[in-house]
């Protein structure tokens, strides 16, 4: 079954840390490339952070309103990828998604993980 699991969300107080982990499909071997996406309440999904190419030339891309504060990585089991959010806000509020990044076409999308911020 294609499955995407994240998890790692929860309620947070503003400047807080947290980390989002993403499991890939059972049948995935290794994650090569994969993004993080959020939707807030009214608001349509929207990519944050994207990791290219493990394998060869890593690399990362962040949206400009989580530059600095998000990190993406991916485990030493090359399967798992985390969001490591750092010094969060109101406006991180959101549910979170993993997912391949575009242009591939995506897997079907999992439940997501909440991520509620506190001020």
């Known amino acids: 079954q294609v499955q995407l699991v994240e998890s790692g969300g929860g309620l947070v107080q503003a400047g807080g840390s947290l980390r989002l982990s993403c499991e890939p499909p059972?049948?995935?071997?290794?994650?090569?490339?994969m993004a993080w996406y959020r939707q807030a309440p009214g608001k349509q999904r929207e990519s944050v952070a994207t990791l290219r190419n493990a394998e060869t030339t890593e690399a990362t891309e962040y949206a400009d309103s989580i530059k600095g504060r998000f990190t993406i990585s991916r485990d030493k089991n090359e399967r798992t990828v985390y969001l490591q959010m750092n010094s969060v806000n109101a406006d991180d509020t959101a549910v979170y998604y993993c997912n391949l990044p575009a242009p591939v076409p995506p897997y079907p999308w999992g439940r997501g993980t909440q991520v509620t911020v506190s001020s």
């Open positions: 059972r049948n995935v071997v290794r994650v090569n490339s």
